[in-house]
């Protein structure tokens, strides 16, 4: 098991480090912020002046090897447009995309798998066919259209739920602000949490749907029926147990893409977390906010899947055992 933790350990950081190259060169080859941050009728002495302050003066690979010395440090440089420290601006947006992803995560997650196991046990009733069915529809739905149709129906029409925002927060240490300790707060993640949920929960319906017809049929599972095993400790011990293995990995790989990729779902309901940062990031040509944020991004994915890597292991003893053969 060290074996295969070492060997995935070092695959994160060539990961790590080739992203950062990648990261590098896609965001300083697009437009000039210079042309943002000055004034349009400024002259060619200030346009060199803010290009030298900001380190825009310099040729690629020496902005590069600075970027990446100070990143070593963990200094990722500072915003061009707030003049803060980018780590610190992000750090301050964090906790409102990690409660509304962590939300979604646990409805997606309890849902999905709940669902999932039904419509495997029982493929061919009216309820396992309309699971699957409602699955197909989450797929199918645009996240920026689904979100539009929930202010529309919940807030505009019936008015049960606010449209947009993070409503009150409340401090719970060290001068982390929460939303969902406060009834306005929840109120206000309802919808961009369901958003967010519907999607991952439709992937994983079909992922827990898949592999529950995959163990039934096992060898183990008829023969723990032929202990005469209820079927309650069949499907909870043998079945659940081992349908969770596939599902484990996605749902961690998820955990990191919903924490990446929740930029839609926080610009239809202006939720002010990472993503909406980088929405507006990106408008104003803020490079190194863009790479710290896509830095950031790609340490918590990769963080994520080492993790799951080693829950991996937990629950399949044959990865133990094919780590220690390599």
Request: aromatic share 10%.
């Amino acid at each position: 098991m060290l074996v295969y933790l070492i060997r995935r350990l070092g695959q994160s950081l060539l990961a790590i480090l080739a992203m950062a190259v990648l990261v590098f060169i896609g965001v300083y080859a697009i437009g000039d912020p210079v042309d943002i941050l000055v004034a349009p009728d400024a002259g060619a002495e200030e346009i060199a002046r803010v290009s030298a302050r900001l380190g825009l003066d310099k040729p690629f690979w020496q902005q590069f090897l600075t970027f990446f010395g100070n990143a070593l440090t963990g200094d990722l440089g500072n915003s061009f447009v707030y003049g803060r420290p980018t780590v610190e601006i992000i750090l301050e947006r964090m906790p409102a995309t990690l409660e509304l992803t962590f939300l979604a995560l646990v409805l997606s997650t309890s849902l999905g798998v709940s669902l999932g196991l039904i419509a495997g046990l029982y493929p061919e009733t009216v309820l396992g066919r309309s699971i699957m069915a409602g699955s197909i529809l989450g797929f199918s739905l645009p996240s920026f259209w689904q979100g539009m149709l929930l202010i529309l129906i919940f807030s505009v029409m019936l008015g049960w739920l606010p449209a947009g925002g993070r409503g009150d927060t409340v401090e719970i240490f060290g001068g982390l602000r929460v939303s969902f300790l406060t009834w306005d707060g929840l109120q206000h993640m309802i919808l961009p949490a369901i958003n967010l949920t519907i999607f991952k929960m439709s992937l994983v319906i079909r992922l827990a749907r898949a592999t529950t017809r995959e163990v039934v049929p096992q060898d183990y599972i008829k023969f723990a029926r032929a202990k005469g095993l209820s079927g309650i400790r069949i499907v909870f011990v043998h079945v659940f147990k081992n349908m969770m293995i596939p599902v484990v990995t996605i749902v961690g790989l998820e955990l990191g893409s919903m924490i990446a990729f929740a930029v839609v779902t926080e610009t239809v309901f202006s939720w002010p977390g990472m993503g909406k940062l980088l929405i507006d990031s990106i408008n104003l040509l803020d490079r190194p906010l863009i790479v710290a944020y896509l830095m950031m991004t790609v340490l918590i994915i990769v963080t994520i899947n080492f993790a799951v890597d080693v829950i991996y292991t937990l629950l399949d003893p044959r990865v133990r055992l094919s780590g220690t053969a390599s």
